[in-house]
């Protein structure tokens, strides 16, 4: 892994606790417990990452090996299509949200979402 995130986060971490408070409910509660569970009896731990949409041409390997695995292949999501085409799309800010199992052995990508951060173009009070 060459490309350096904007930010990453474990899936087990300090965001995960804190959003697991604010849920009142009880079988939500339950749920997320269990999941919290599992996540840190894992062998290997599972990180968020954000990535710029220049770390497409670094992660050309990963998305590749991760396009050829999936259910059901979509074009748009091979790594072939999309590396190039992220950065140059105009008056868009896009990034990679990326899944990755990940410890000093290996890395393998499970899950990637390309999106864009939209800012409104009108002020939202009126005079």
């Known amino acids: 892994?060459?490309?350096?995130?904007?930010?990453?986060?474990?899936?087990?971490?300090n965001a995960a606790h804190i959003v697991s408070e604010l849920s009142e409910s009880g079988v939500a509660h339950e749920a997320i417990k269990k999941i919290e569970e599992s996540l840190h009896?894992?062998?290997i731990p599972r990180k968020l990452a954000i990535y710029g949409a220049a770390a497409?041409?670094?992660l050309r390997d990963e998305l590749d090996h991760?396009?050829?695995?999936?259910?059901?292949?979509n074009v748009f999501f091979n790594a072939r299509f999309l590396a190039p085409a992220m950065?140059?799309?105009?008056?868009r800010e896009v990034r990679f949200m990326v899944m990755r199992d990940e410890n000093e052995i290996r890395s393998?990508?499970?899950f990637v979402m390309p999106y864009?951060?939209?800012r409104p173009?009108?002020?939202?009070s009126t005079p």
């Open 56 to 58: 497409g041409f670094e």
């Open 1 to 13: 892994m060459a490309a350096k995130p904007l930010l990453e986060e474990s899936a087990g971490g």
């Open 108 to 110: 393998r990508l499970r």
């Open 41 to 43: 009896s894992r062998d």
């Open 121 to 124: 173009g009108l002020p939202l």
């Open 116 to 118: 864009t951060i939209e």
């Open 87 to 91: 950065p140059r799309l105009e008056d």
């Open 66 to 73: 991760l396009s050829n695995r999936t259910v059901e292949p």
